[in-house]
């Protein structure tokens, strides 16, 4: 598979600043943008995520796109997927659906959802899988599941076929087992604890080897299903790492060959960088003319 590089941006701040990063992004030759998806993280939920994914399509004309991640805990999988196919239209066969099991309680709390254990939040997701990959296909189907039920959906045809690629995230096995049944693409935080667990992020080289065991776990699990790992896309986000990658052209390829070394095709950073995201920041002169040096040496002109 072709080594990718994109961007992941928190849905905050003026649409003019994000459409504009966006399309800087595709201009300097990145490959994909994300867009987060949160209610209740302070600060970085402006924009219900779909909605501004179906914005952004229309202004941009060649970055795959998508969700990283859309949680489980706020729509129904029917819903989901319709909300993927207009997309994917808006797009004209650009998107790409991030789905995770969600960890965030805050988000439960802000629709009035009771937090689930993670084997919960395993089975749900399992479900909404099941859902959303014969929804995206155009199937008609009837569904009753523990905690989903469909009855005569039929939804329209995407643009990609068979369906639009699912990225699937996860740290643990419970996940691990979900891609290797369901992804076109696994995403991992590169082998960091999450920020709200209370731990401390760790060193890269530690990160690294966490990581390893990830992929060991997930070819297993392919092997397990008879499917060849090789179909699955390894797509790491530098969560919390020790040096922002796109800090120098040395940070960026330290991460990148690191990771490469495990098999990682598609790296995907956070523009702006997360401190200034969080602290509502504007990018710096240096900042910029930074990335602008890292497209035109290592993402333009590989």
Same mark, same amino acid.
């Given at each position: 598979?072709?080594?990718?590089?994109?961007?992941?941006?928190?849905?905050?701040?003026p649409?003019?600043?994000?459409?504009?990063?966006?399309?800087?992004?595709?201009?300097?030759?990145?490959?994909g943008?994300?867009?987060?998806?949160?209610?209740s993280?302070?600060?970085?939920?402006?924009?219900?995520?779909?909605? #501004? %994914?179906?914005?952004? +399509?229309?202004?941009?004309? =060649?970055?795959?796109? /998508?969700? $990283?991640v859309?949680? !489980?805990t706020?729509r129904?999988?029917? #819903? %989901?997927?319709a909300? +993927?196919?207009?997309?994917? =239209?808006?797009?004209? /066969?650009? $998107?790409?659906?991030? !789905?995770?099991a969600g960890?965030y309680?805050?988000?439960?709390?802000a629709?009035?959802?009771?937090?689930w254990?993670l084997?919960?939040? $395993?089975?749900r997701?399992?479900e909404?899988?099941?859902?959303?990959?014969?929804?995206l296909?155009?199937?008609?189907?009837?569904?009753?599941?523990?905690?989903?039920?469909?009855?005569?959906?039929?939804l329209?045809?995407?643009v990609q076929?068979?369906r639009?690629?699912?990225v699937?995230a996860?740290?643990v096995?419970?996940?691990?087992r979900?891609?290797?049944?369901?992804?076109?693409?696994?995403n991992t935080?590169g082998g960091?604890?999450?920020?709200?667990?209370?731990r401390?992020?760790?060193?890269?080289?530690?990160?690294?080897?966490?990581?390893?065991?990830?992929?060991?776990?997930?070819?297993?699990y392919?092997?397990?299903?008879?499917?060849n790992?090789?179909e699955?896309?390894?797509?790491?986000?530098?969560?919390?790492?020790?040096?922002?990658?796109?800090?120098?052209?040395a940070?960026?390829?330290?991460?990148v060959?690191r990771?490469?070394?495990?098999?990682?095709?598609?790296?995907?950073?956070?523009?702006?960088?997360?401190?200034?995201?969080?602290?509502?920041?504007?990018?710096?002169?240096?900042?910029q003319?930074?990335?602008?040096?890292?497209?035109?040496?290592?993402?333009?002109?590989?």
């Amino acid at each position: 598979m072709k080594v990718r590089f994109d961007i992941l941006t928190l849905a905050t701040g003026p649409f003019v600043d994000i459409a504009q990063r966006w399309k800087g992004a595709e201009e300097m030759g990145f490959h994909g943008a994300w867009l987060v998806d949160t209610l209740s993280l302070r600060g970085t939920a402006d924009y219900e995520p779909w909605s #501004l %994914l179906g914005a952004l +399509a229309s202004i941009t004309s =060649r970055l795959r796109i /998508g969700t $990283l991640v859309s949680q !489980i805990t706020f729509r129904h999988p029917v #819903l %989901l997927a319709a909300q +993927a196919i207009t997309v994917d =239209r808006i797009s004209d /066969g650009r $998107l790409e659906l991030g !789905i995770g099991a969600g960890d965030y309680v805050a988000d439960n709390a802000a629709v009035g959802v009771e937090a689930w254990p993670l084997s919960e939040r $395993l089975d749900r997701l399992e479900e909404q899988l099941v859902m959303v990959d014969k929804a995206l296909r155009g199937e008609r189907f009837d569904y009753q599941g523990r905690f989903h039920s469909a009855e005569g959906v039929h939804l329209a045809a995407p643009v990609q076929h068979p369906r639009p690629p699912l990225v699937i995230a996860g740290q643990v096995s419970g996940t691990l087992r979900l891609a290797a049944r369901f992804a076109d693409t696994w995403n991992t935080l590169g082998g960091q604890p999450l920020s709200k667990s209370g731990r401390a992020s760790i060193p890269l080289a530690q990160a690294v080897e966490r990581t390893r065991e990830q992929v060991r776990l997930l070819d297993k699990y392919c092997g397990e299903l008879g499917r060849n790992p090789g179909e699955i896309r390894r797509s790491v986000v530098p969560y919390r790492a020790e040096t922002e990658p796109l800090s120098s052209l040395a940070a960026f390829d330290d991460f990148v060959g690191r990771y490469a070394e495990l098999g990682f095709e598609q790296f995907i950073f956070y523009w702006p960088p997360v401190a200034n995201q969080m602290q509502h920041q504007p990018i710096s002169t240096s900042q910029q003319a930074t990335l602008e040096k890292i497209a035109a040496e290592r993402i333009a002109n590989p």
